[in-house]
């Protein structure tokens, strides 16, 4: 399972982003696609996740009601739309991905991180 990321940049505070992420491979699904994020000095976060079955998201409280992630299963998509952006949400976010690979007789699991994105929100 390869994670292609796109989006993030310099943005002033109260601004928007969106990030996107892209799961391709073969003989795979994915349970869980996240965002986690890491600001400098401090350990890596969950900002928000999703789940395959359901669309059930989870929010860290820091960023309820202001990001908003969506998924297309069809296309192992999704985007983190982030939004009222303060300096603190400066950081470098990471697709995460929780993925079933599946063999001739076998199933395995992965959990997959893109290469990171860096966001920077300037006050």
């Known amino acids: 399972v390869q994670l292609v990321e796109s989006g993030g940049g310099l943005v002033q505070a109260g601004g928007s982003l969106r990030l996107s992420c892209a799961a391709s491979?073969?003989?795979?699904?994915?349970?869980?696609m996240g965002w986690y994020r890491h600001a400098p000095g401090k350990q890596r976060e969950l900002a928000a996740s999703i789940t395959s079955i359901g669309g059930i998201t989870n929010y860290a409280e820091t960023v309820k009601g202001r990001f908003i992630l969506s998924r297309d299963n069809a296309k192992n998509t999704m985007w983190l739309q982030m939004n009222s952006l303060k300096p603190e949400d400066t950081a470098v976010y990471y697709c995460n991905v929780e993925a079933r690979v599946y063999a001739s007789t076998t199933v395995g699991f992965r959990e997959v991180w893109g290469q990171g994105t860096l966001v920077t929100v300037s006050s």
């Open positions: 491979g073969s003989a795979f699904s994915i349970d869980v």
